[in-house]
């Protein structure tokens, strides 16, 4: 969930790239663009921290070293996995308040996340998510670092969280969410980066590389889960492009975020809190983040 999942984001670029992505999308959807979502997401949550208020970045990645790493279709090739909020930010409310620069203004450091009505936390999904995606990521011999594992007291912040990426140099960074919206909104949805510059953004280098990263995973998504785009956002496409989430506007390397699912509603909650489901949900998105990269070579 990237930012606030209280109150609807009210800076919502609209996709330059919207026809282009759309095409990619539906290129490669089998289920087609549209339709009623049979499960879903929505929402956003943005994490972000300067370095007096949170501990350094170098901390927090966990590395898997290249003479550990299988040979594969990805040897060579680093991802950054971004799992959303952190399980103990409810416990730092005064530390996660604390304003940062995303280069269009500034925000909190981080959020606490949402929740289902069950009280399964979006950081624990998001954590689950991402350790199963490391996996799948690492066996295609893809070297893979996360922003933070549970091992911090909180964050870290939104700024922290895209520096790490920038300073991995990574071909694809990926942050991991779920969403915290209304009863009967359904479906997953991609955040891509709009076209920002100002202050320390400028995503003009990414904006299209990150658009084809979040069309791709966009399109497996759909196949692996059997989960349609959003209803509530992207019209039907699956994709929405944010100028307001600070882990995009301060990247130098392509990223999106993925909202898995809308914890929030009953059919959705029961899929996010599915284990079975969720693995499937790491590899629509390790099977998309293959699919970009092998594009990119």
Known sequence: ???????????????????????????????GCGGSPDTAEGKGADASAS??????????????????????????????????????NREHTEEINEQVDIGTGRKECDTTG???????????FTLDVSHRLRELL?????????????????????????????????????????????VGNRGFHVILPAAVKGGGADTSKIVKSSADLGARIAGHFVRTTGSAP????????????????GGLNLSTVPKVFVECGNMRDPKDAALLTDARWRQKAAQGMADGIAAHLKGQA
Request: proline residues 9%.
């Open 1 to 31: 969930m990237p930012y606030d999942d209280s109150v609807p984001p009210t800076r919502r670029a609209r996709p330059l790239l919207a026809a282009a992505a759309l095409a990619a999308l539906c290129l490669t959807t089998i289920t």
């Open 51 to 88: 370095p007096s208020t949170s501990p350094s970045a170098s901390a927090a990645p966990e590395a898997s070293t290249t003479a550990s790493l299988p040979q594969g279709p990805l040897t060579g090739r680093t991802v950054v996995i971004d799992p959303g909020h952190n399980p103990r």
């Open 114 to 124: 949402t929740s289902t009505d069950d009280g399964y936390a979006e950081a624990r």
């Open 138 to 182: 690492q066996a295609q011999g893809a070297r893979v670092l996360l922003t933070h594992d549970d091992d911090r007291p909180f964050g870290p912040c939104i700024d922290e969280r895209a520096r790490i990426g920038n300073e991995a140099k990574a071909d694809a960074v990926v942050s991991v969410h779920a969403d915290g919206s209304a």
């Open 230 to 245: 959003s209803n509530y956002i992207g019209g039907g496409t699956g994709l929405d492009t944010r100028d307001d989430l």
